[in-house]
């Protein structure tokens, strides 16, 4: 199995305990998106035209035959959204390129253009207020999992090519706000994330080595993706213990 270091992987390698979870994600085991998955999914397919993995989103019609709600809301917000691009100067140049160096990949949205400058942009769908600073877009600073997709991307193209372009987060929220987020890099913070994904070689070396030997409980299972498809999926509890001074 040829393993690339992605920054989805170097994400899930920060959070999970579960090896059996890994391994799920490097067999490519497929399941079932959910709802804000599909939305976002078919945002960035229909603005941009692509979204990861190739396949065209699509949302079951009703029993009339009719779209749901949903679909008619996000075909009103992109037709609005490409006039938002083409007013403020923004353009998709390049849709959905992967870029390599050794074990590493980046699976980028778009390479376009801001201003006629040349940039790394990632779109983003949301349903969480613009405000909304814990679970949304309300202030980047504090999501850290953005920062490292900013930062793997960045990483990847400049090595791949050489080339160190801005990065930018262009955000849409469902409820009609836009933001156009830049995320400042330079090459002290690219040399950290490069120790960022050796790191992710030692965690998924030795995972690997233990073959993947796991104990899973609810805890674990419980917001695992890969819940309803994986074997060993587990109900028991982990005692945590309380000692009284």
């Known amino acids: 199995m040829n ?21 799920h994600y490097l067999q490519g085991t497929k399941t079932k998106p959910s709802e804000a998955m599909l939305c976002g999914l078919y945002f960035e397919h229909y603005l941009i035209g692509g ?19 949903a679909e008619t809301d996000l075909i009103q917000l992109i037709d609005r ?8 100067n923004i353009e998709i140049l390049e849709v959905q390129p992967e870029y390599k160096f050794d074990d590493v990949v980046g699976h980028l949205d778009a390479i ?32 850290e999992d953005a920062h490292i997709q900013a930062l793997h991307y960045t990483w990847v193209f400049y090595m791949a ?4 372009l801005p990065f930018y987060f262009l955000v849409f929220g469902k409820g009609g706000w836009v933001k156009l987020i830049h995320i400042d890099i330079n090459i002290d ?22 073959k993947f030997e796991s104990e899973p409980n609810i805890a674990m299972c419980g917001a695992c993706r890969y819940k309803n498809v994986c074997s060993k999926r587990s109900l028991k509890l982990k005692t945590e213990k309380i000692i009284l001074l």
């Not at 899930?12 to 979870?21: I, S």
């Not at 349903?127 to 679970?135: I, L």
């Not at 690219?190 to 965690?203: A, F, S, Y």
């Open 112 to 143: 376009g253009a801001i201003d006629g400058k040349k940039a790394i942009i990632d779109v983003k769908w949301t349903a969480t207020r613009e405000d909304d600073k814990w679970n949304g877009w309300g202030d980047a600073t504090f999501k």
């Open 161 to 164: 090519t050489k080339e160190m």
């Open 51 to 69: 979204c990861r993995g190739g396949q065209v989103p699509t949302f079951k019609p009703l029993k009339n035959g009719a779209k749901p709600k």
């Open 81 to 88: 959204s490409k006039e938002i691009l083409e007013a403020n």
């Open 189 to 210: 913070l690219l040399d950290r994330h490069e120790d960022k994904i050796n790191e992710t070689r030692q965690k998924l070396k030795a995972i690997i080595d233990s």
């Open 3 to 23: 393993i690339y270091i992605s920054q989805s992987l170097i994400k899930l390698l920060d959070k999970t305990e579960c090896a059996e979870e890994v391994k």
